[in-house]
T-cell receptor, first 114, second 112 residues
Framework: DAKTTQPTSMDCAEGRAANLPCNHSTISGNEYVYWYRQIHSQGPQYIIHGLKNNETNEMASLIITEDRKSSTLILPHATLRDTAVYYCIVRVAKVGGSNYKLTFGKGTLLTVNP | DAGITQSPRHKVTETGTPVTLRCHQT?????MYWYRQDPGHGLRLIHYSYGVKDTDKGEVSDGYSVSRSKTEDFLLTLESATSSQTSVYFC???????????FGDGTRLSIL
């Protein structure tokens, strides 16, 4: 799986949009971009994933650049409860190989301030 | 939220004792996973299951065994616990290998 690079930490004001970047310059054509987050003392929570088109769900939006070398997770109206470590993960799309596991890096600690 | 229950949520035990952690799901998902999370290492896969009685090793399987006798339950056993197995253990489930994994709230295990 391709390696990802994320900032160590970010701050965001409550009510504002939080934009979390991820670099995955070695991503290959059959790899998805996944985002998870982990709130302190809880299990990782799946947020969203995408291949090459932008995706939106009730939690967030995922913007993937045209060359797929980077992506941005957008939380449109951050709340204090969104304070967490956010992980960007690249994962092979096809069944088989090593894609049975998720490889979590260090992630970005997002702190939402009142 | 996915219906995943891990038990116990916290456990303290002594070196050399057997320990079994349970993961129970109500989603009827085929795939189940056990991870451990330690500072500096992130989450690491211990074992996973791709069906009843079908399991395989992950990247840190030494000292652990698993069993899955029915779809909804996946057990992780430490036959003889060691202090290096002190960790937070997470169970995850997924419908298919290439689908998102959903995690339980974890078991905090301390081995003294």
């Amino acid at each position: 799986d391709a390696k990802t690079t994320q900032p160590t930490s970010m701050d965001c004001a409550e009510g504002r949009a939080a934009n979390l970047p991820c670099n995955h310059s070695t991503i290959s054509g059959n790899e998805y971009v996944y985002w998870y987050r982990q709130i302190h003392s809880q299990g990782p929570q799946y947020i969203i994933h995408g291949l090459k088109n932008n995706e939106t769900n009730e939690m967030a939006s995922l913007i993937i650049t045209e060359d797929r070398k980077s992506s941005t997770l957008i939380l449109p109206h951050a709340t204090l409860r969104d304070t967490a470590v956010y992980y960007c993960i690249v994962r092979v799309a096809k069944v088989g190989g090593s894609n049975y596991k998720l490889t979590f890096g260090k992630g970005t600690l997002l702190t939402v301030n009142p | 939220d996915a219906g995943i229950t891990q038990s116990p949520r916290h456990k303290v035990t002594e070196t050399g004792t057997p320990v079994t952690l349970r993961c129970h799901q109500t989603e009827n998902h085929r795939y189940m996973y056990w991870y451990r999370q330690d500072p500096g290492h992130g989450l690491r896969l211990i074992h996973y299951s791709y069906g009843v009685k079908d399991t395989d090793k992950g990247e840190v399987s030494d000292g652990y065994s698993v069993s899955r006798s029915k779809t909804e339950d996946f057990l992780l056993t430490l036959e003889s616990a060691t202090s290096s197995q002190t960790s937070v253990y997470f169970c995850a489930i997924s419908e298919a290998l290439n689908q998102p994994q959903h995690f339980g709230d974890g078991t905090r295990l301390s081995i003294l």
